[in-house]
């Protein structure tokens, strides 16, 4: 079964960095997008970018743009999400979901990854 | 860039319809994807394309999209059905394609 399995809760001081990882398994790594979202404290769903497992490519949210890098390594089904210069607003959980192709829904989400920025 | 709004709450009795509403300019010309979170888990889809229901989900959730108000209606509401409701949409309007999400609706069950 497909499953989409991130790391754990992360406690950083301000201006710090965090990277937080997302291991993909039951279904073919290459051949869908991921995508990374995050959701502050009582508030909505954040679009932060996008990652293609096949090439590498990215596209980010112009938000993030010069803060957020995303990765992948396929040898190991598993991507990243690194955000730096962080402050007490980054302070959210972050999820990764994947999606097969452009307009298609996310039908699977991992479970959340917690980051709490604060001194 | 594009914007979705959707009501910050919806209070519907057990056994009623809801209806929770989506506004965007032409909204009507975008595929629309409803995802349903209940406290402290990860969304879950419940509607895409509009009006398809993925399986496992029940046939009492149903979608529409026209103009500029996409709705996902909840028919026979049960307990259980008390989360919060994200609207989603592509936006190509940028050089770049990329995720929108409306602000969310919080569903609550008298």
């Known amino acids: 079964q497909v499953q989409l399995v991130q790391s754990g809760a992360e406690v950083k001081k301000p201006g710090a960095s965090v990277k937080v990882s997302c291991k993909a398994s039951g279904y073919t790594f290459t051949s869908y997008y991921m995508h990374w979202v995050r959701q502050a404290p009582g508030q909505g769903l954040e679009w932060m970018g996008i990652?293609?497992?096949?090439?590498?490519?990215?596209s980010y949210a112009q938000k993030f743009q010069g803060r957020v890098t995303m990765t992948r390594d396929t040898s190991t089904s598993t991507v990243y999400m690194e955000l730096s210069i962080l402050t007490s607003e980054d302070t959210a959980v972050y999820y990764c979901?994947?999606?097969?192709?452009?307009?298609?829904?996310?039908?699977?989400w991992g479970q959340g990854t917690l980051v709490t920025a604060s001194s | 860039s594009y914007v979705l709004t959707q009501p910050p709450s919806v209070s519907v009795a057990p056994g009623k319809t809801a209806r929770i509403t989506c506004g965007g300019n032409n909204i009507g010309s975008k595929s629309v994807h409803w995802y349903q979170q209940k406290p402290g888990q990860a969304p879950v889809l419940v509607i895409y394309y509009d009006s398809d229901r993925p399986s496992g989900i029940p046939e009492r959730f149903s979608g529409s999209n026209s103009g500029n108000t996409a709705t996902l209606t909840i028919s026979r509401v049960e307990a259980g059905d008390e989360a919060d409701y994200y609207c989603q949409v592509w936006d190509s309007s940028s050089d770049h394609q990329r995720v929108v999400f409306g602000g969310g609706t919080k569903l609550t069950v008298l």
């Open positions: 979901a994947r999606v097969s192709r452009p307009f298609k829904p996310f039908d699977y």
């Open positions: 990652i293609n497992p096949s090439g590498g490519s990215t």
